[in-house]
């Protein structure tokens, strides 16, 4: 299997563009998750999916932000107007009833 | 509500000598424990997890951890360490069995420094 795969893995972006980051979760598994990691907040949930339905959303810091899941092969999380603090490393990771969460090599995002 | 804390930020240690990077977590209700590596510019990688049975797990690249229900904690060891360990450490917890929601605390990492 391939992994999870997450592309774009760098995406340079001026501020107020609108920015989607997309993910390929690992065939069979039923929970997708959307982090965000910088240096200052560590690693934080954004958001999860079960079957492809938003489960929670509690971390998604703002409006700005919104996540889809339109079948099991695939998910976008969506940042519309992009701002400079939202420049960080965003992982995807999928999983399945064992626990384990199986994590993409991310993407680097930088609003100028 | 669960939380872990890593309360070593950063760990220097001399090639082939031993490391301990130390997790503590809070919990209400029973949890399953992990830590995951992060090598430089990848994602996350398990390296072990205690879900139950033995409280000595061990994992992957001789890296071995104890849970201890007593002092809550689920300290990571590795008895001689090379250079390619160099990278971040992070330990996580979720609740056990909780309907199914997966759902990981991370603590704030541990940058592991081999020096040669």
């Known amino acids: 299997d391939a992994g999870v795969i997450q592309s774009p893995r760098h995406e340079v972006t001026e501020m107020g563009q609108e920015v989607t980051l997309r993910c390929k979760p690992i065939s069979g598994h039923d929970y997708l998750f959307w982090y965000r990691q910088t240096m200052m907040r560590g690693l934080e949930l954004l958001i999860y999916f079960n079957n492809n339905v938003p489960i929670d959303d509690s971390g998604m810091p703002e409006d700005r932000f919104s996540a889809k899941m339109p079948n099991a092969s695939f998910s976008t999380l969506k940042i519309q107007p992009s701002e400079p603090r939202d420049s960080a490393v965003y992982f995807c990771a999928s999983s399945t009833r064992t626990v384990e969460q199986f994590f993409g090599p991310g993407t680097r995002l930088t609003v100028l | 509500a669960q939380s872990v804390t890593q309360l070593d930020s950063q760990v220097p240690v001399f090639e082939e000598a031993p490391v301990e990077l130390r997790c503590n977590y809070s919990?209400?209700?029973?949890?399953?424990l992990f830590w995951y590596v992060q090598y430089p510019n990848q994602g996350l990688q398990l390296l072990l997890k205690?879900?139950?049975?033995?409280?000595l797990v061990k994992g992957i690249n001789g890296f071995e951890a104890e849970f201890n229900k007593s002092q809550t904690s689920f300290h990571l060891r590795k008895p001689s360490v090379h250079i390619s360990d160099t990278a971040e450490y992070f330990c996580?917890?979720?609740?056990?069995?909780?309907?199914?929601?997966?759902?990981?605390?991370f603590g704030t990492g541990t940058r592991l420094k081999v020096l040669a």
């Open positions: 996580a917890v979720t609740p056990r069995g909780a309907s199914g929601t997966y759902k990981y605390i």
């Open positions: 205690y879900l139950s049975g033995s409280t």
């Open positions: 919990s209400s209700v029973s949890v399953y």
